[in-house]
């Protein structure tokens, strides 16, 4: 008698909520320092912190940049709130209006407009693709390793895994991959979750429940 395993993914194929898990429980994977949810940026990136609370990513030198502005208001704010000559207002939120130069606020503006591209908010799911399983990431770290498991529930075992690189594609923020099982789409009860793991940063993504059977020939 021969034991065959197949994979299915659950009803819907919905991209899982992302949700941030300490890489440090998994032991064998590196833990991220400083691991701020989703929020967290990629790798090379920091929060700009021009405000509390602005967690746009943006270059080292861009952040100490809008630490310097900040501190220049009281030399570049007329009594009228405008700014002297030479500066206008950085606008890296509505309302913000530190004076900066004209570099500077179109430099603002890209940043904010690459926001989602630049934070590590590692998401995975699970499409039918001619009716196999196939299991789809970004917002990885560009050029960085993966891990995608398969983890049965009743025993907390890796079924399944294989090792990715995550790389730039078209109309996916980040590092993305996507990965074919080999395995049939549509097979079983929901035993057990996929997951992926940044293996830069150790970040690890929300686990999207997937059936894994036990077909007996």
């Known amino acids: 008698m021969s034991t065959r395993r197949i994979l299915r993914a659950g009803a819907s194929t919905a991209v ?10 998994l032991g064998a994977f590196p833990a991220h320092a400083q691991d ?28 100490s940049q809008a630490a310097f502005d900040n501190s220049q208001v009281p030399f570049r704010t007329q009594p009228d709130g405008f700014c002297v000559q030479g500066f206008v207002w950085r606008e890296a939120w509505v309302g913000d209006t530190v004076c900066v130069t004209p570099q500077t606020r179109s430099q603002t503006r890209f940043d904010n407009g690459q926001a989602d591209d630049r934070r590590l908010a590692v998401r995975i799911w699970a499409d039918d693709k001619n ?18 498991q398969i983890v049965l529930n009743s025993t907390g075992t890796v079924e399944w895994s294989r090792t990715v690189t995550a ?12 990965l074919p099982t080999g395995h049939p789409f549509d097979c079983g009860t929901k035993n057990a979750t ?22 007996f020939d």
């Open 16 to 25: 899982a909520a992302v949700l941030a898990l300490g890489g440090g429980a």
């Open 36 to 63: 701020f949810g989703p929020d967290t940026c990629r790798q090379g990136f920091v929060w700009r912190d021009a405000r509390p609370g602005d967690h746009v990513c943006v270059t080292p030198d861009v952040r």
């Open 131 to 148: 009716g196999q399983l196939h299991l789809d990431g970004d917002h990885f770290n560009v050029g960085g390793a993966v891990r995608v």
């Open 167 to 178: 790389v730039r594609n078209a109309g996916f923020a980040g590092g993305s991959f996507g």
């Open 194 to 215: 996929v997951r992926a793991i940044d293996l830069v940063s150790g970040r690890v993504t929300g686990s999207i429940p997937v059936g894994y059977c036990v077909n």
